[in-house]
């Protein structure tokens, strides 16, 4: 590269020393030829321009050619074989937890909290947590606005509750609601939602006509809970839930939404019981058979007509009565009371006697299958490692807030129950009775997140 340099500095110089020379020759010879007329005015020739030649060092070998350079398709480009988990474009997920609906994906292997983006603290009537997904799942039942409870006045402070707490979430927290009336279920959303101040609007719209008033009493009949995951080594669970949708199949419907934190509000808490399995066909007709057998006895079929009968006449009279006692109860600043299911204990309340009371057949189906908590502990466990443990998840924390009436008896066992569900989910729970304690326990609105 140098010696090209040198070579064309000297090239230069020559070329340029011979226009010089020609122009020099040519203009003596013109002053010699010309005799009979002045010559002109010859402008002094200037010397050439100094050619600076800058001599730089050579440039680095390329590792190339550039004329060997090709564009390849990126299809062509063959990338290491690596797993990388990422979800599909039908799940929605946020970098911080893998949000999305049931069984959404994750960018972080489902390692939740790396990031924090969506954290929020968690506060329902004094039970707390910190989590990016949550979800709240409300018993919305009759036994739930009883008068024993507060009726329907102490419903709204529940509906007030998680109200504040969904508008007091962070941007980047998901939650959902689902509602349950024993064995109907009815979600807010389809999957999770972020958090703000729209969806928040939204959601008080939907959850403001449930338990409201007489009319709007419980969930209308719908959707079942249906959970969707079957356990080899417990195939009878799946059918037994399925086909009895129990406080516990809700709960698996919420376990398999890919949560951290579940929120429930409970009147009725059974912790690792509750869960019927069928019965064999010996047994159905078995009981089928008794039930016929009784009713063939012509005196028993005497005692329901005369019952039935009665209780058409009763009906109307409880009817006549709830009308009166609501009267009453508007003058004194009082909800309505709203009337239980059982009928005899509506005949109770309003101090009626039944003159043929109910004669109490044999049911048409054998009696209920229940599994004991030992076992359904085993089959919750077997559950955990199917939905989080395999897929490096963390289980969420259950809490359970159980809602009974003042004088209603829980016993020692039966809290038992529930603190051994809660701890085995690494949650709390917490026991209010009546409308003052749970209004006097709301703690969402205290809550603040950015």
């Known amino acids: 590269m140098l010696m090209k340099v040198i070579l064309i500095s000297v090239l230069v110089h020559v ?22 007329e002045e010559p002109p005015a010859v402008q002094e020739e200037k010397p050439p321009k100094e050619v600076k030649v800058v001599i730089k060092p050579p440039a680095p070998k390329q590792s190339m050619p550039m004329s060997n350079l090709r564009m ?23 970098v911080s937890a893998g949000i999305g609906g049931v069984g959404g994906g994750s960018l972080l292997s489902g390692a939740r909290g790396n990031i924090g983006i969506g954290m929020s603290d968690v506060s329902v009537f004094g039970l707390k947590t910190r989590a990016e997904r949550v979800l ?10 009883l008068d024993q409870k507060g009726g329907l006045n102490s419903y709204r402070v529940i509906k007030d509750e998680i109200s504040d707490m969904i508008g007091n979430l962070s941007a980047g927290t998901l939650f959902n609601v689902m509602l349950y009336d024993y064995g109907q279920v009815q979600m807010f959303k389809p999957q999770l ?9 939204e959601f008080h719209q939907w959850f403001a006509p449930v338990n409201s008033n007489l009319s709007n009493i419980g969930l209308p009949k719908g959707k079942r809970a249906q959970v969707a995951t079957k356990l ?29 934190a579940i929120f429930q509000i409970a009147g009725r808490h059974r912790g690792f019981t509750g869960i019927r399995l069928k019965n064999t066909p010996q047994e159905i007709a078995a009981a089928k058979a008794t039930r016929a057998k009784w009713l063939a006895d012509l005196k028993n079929a005497e005692l329901i007509k005369a019952h039935e009968n009665e209780k058409l006449e009763m009906k109307k009279r409880i009817e006549a009565a709830h009308k009166k006692d609501t009267e009453k109860r508007a003058k004194q600043g009082l909800p309505p009371k709203v009337l239980e299911k059982h009928f005899d204990n509506n005949v109770k309340y309003f101090g009626f006697k039944m003159k043929h009371p109910n004669p109490n057949p044999p049911p048409p189906h054998p009696p209920h299958n229940w599994q004991d908590e030992r076992t359904i502990r085993s089959y919750y466990h077997e559950l955990m490692q199917q939905l989080y443990h395999k897929q490096d998840r963390t ?8 809602f009974l009436a003042g004088d209603e008896n829980f016993s020692t066992d039966k809290e038992a129950l529930v603190k051994r569900f809660t701890d085995y989910f690494k ?24």
Request: proline letters at 5%.
């Open 15 to 36: 070329v340029a020393g011979f226009v010089a020379g020609v122009v020099t020759i040519a203009t003596i010879v013109m002053q010699e030829d010309a005799q009979f």
């Open 395 to 402: 289980p969420p924390s259950v809490n359970v807030i159980l």
């Open 136 to 145: 709240f799942v409300i018993d919305a039942s009759r036994r739930m606005v």
């Open 193 to 201: 939602v972020p958090a703000g101040a729209e969806i928040t609007a």
């Open 72 to 94: 390849r398709p990126v299809a062509n480009i063959a990338v290491a074989d690596v797993d990388v988990d990422l979800p599909s474009m039908d799940e929605s997920f946020t």
């Open 427 to 450: 949650g709390k729970n917490r026991i209010l009775r009546g409308q003052n304690e749970i209004r006097m326990a709301a703690s969402a609105k205290a809550t603040k997140n950015k």
């Open 232 to 260: 080899d080594k417990y195939p009878e669970f799946y059918e037994g839930l399925r086909m009895d949708a129990t406080e516990q199949a809700v709960i698996q419907t919420a376990l398999e939404m890919n949560v951290d």
